[in-house]
């Protein structure tokens, strides 16, 4: 996303990029970014866990305001677990686990997946720059 953001920024949009792989974050050199020590995929914070997901996104725009050098990382305080017994299994699958990973990861559907039902009344079906699963083939491998 690094690299990405610098093009978008030399066209005169601020970026922040949310992430939570500090080394590929700061190899890809992103004018600011915010790191949140959480599982891959889940930068923004638990499913259904609105409040924290606000307040990621709150912090991530603040650095868009505050930060000072370009290549900035600023690593958000909030938490995944109590404690980072979480880290002794991600990227491991385990036996018996849920869905087809056998792991704890949520399945992909083909249909988006909206977190309320507000979210799902204001996306546009017909948004010709969205990726759907279902268009463009990225869950039957075409």
Same mark, same amino acid.
């Given at each position: 996303m690094g690299?990405?953001? *610098?093009?978008?920024? !030399?066209r005169g949009i601020? /970026?922040?990029s949310c992430s939570? =792989?500090w080394?590929i974050?700061?190899?890809?050199?992103a004018?600011?970014?915010? #790191?949140l020590?959480?599982? +891959? &995929?889940?930068?923004?914070?638990?499913?259904?866990?609105?409040?924290?997901? !606000?307040?990621?996104?709150r912090?991530? +725009? =603040? /650095?868009? !305001?505050d =930060?000072k050098?370009p &290549?900035?990382?600023?690593? +958000?305080? #909030?938490?995944?677990?109590?404690?980072?017994?979480w880290?002794?299994?991600?990227m *491991?699958? !385990?036996?018996?686990?849920?869905?087809?990973?056998?792991?704890? *990861?949520?399945d992909? +559907?083909?249909?988006?997946?909206y977190?309320?039902e507000?979210?799902?009344a204001?996306a546009?079906?017909?948004?010709?720059?969205?990726?759907?699963?279902e *268009?463009?083939? =990225?869950?039957?491998?075409?």
């Amino acid at each position: 996303m690094g690299l990405i953001a *610098r093009e978008v920024e !030399r066209r005169g949009i601020a /970026t922040v990029s949310c992430s939570s =792989a500090w080394s590929i974050t700061k190899a890809a050199f992103a004018p600011r970014a915010v #790191y949140l020590d959480f599982p +891959l &995929g889940r930068t923004a914070g638990k499913a259904g866990d609105v409040e924290m997901q !606000r307040e990621v996104m709150r912090a991530a +725009l =603040a /650095t868009v !305001r505050d =930060a000072k050098q370009p &290549g900035e990382i600023v690593e +958000l305080p #909030y938490r995944w677990a109590d404690t980072d017994d979480w880290k002794d299994g991600v990227m *491991r699958p !385990r036996p018996g686990g849920g869905g087809d990973h056998g792991d704890d *990861r949520s399945d992909r +559907l083909p249909t988006p997946q909206y977190q309320t039902e507000e979210d799902a009344a204001l996306a546009d079906p017909e948004c010709a720059t969205c990726v759907f699963p279902e *268009r463009s083939g =990225a869950l039957s491998g075409t």
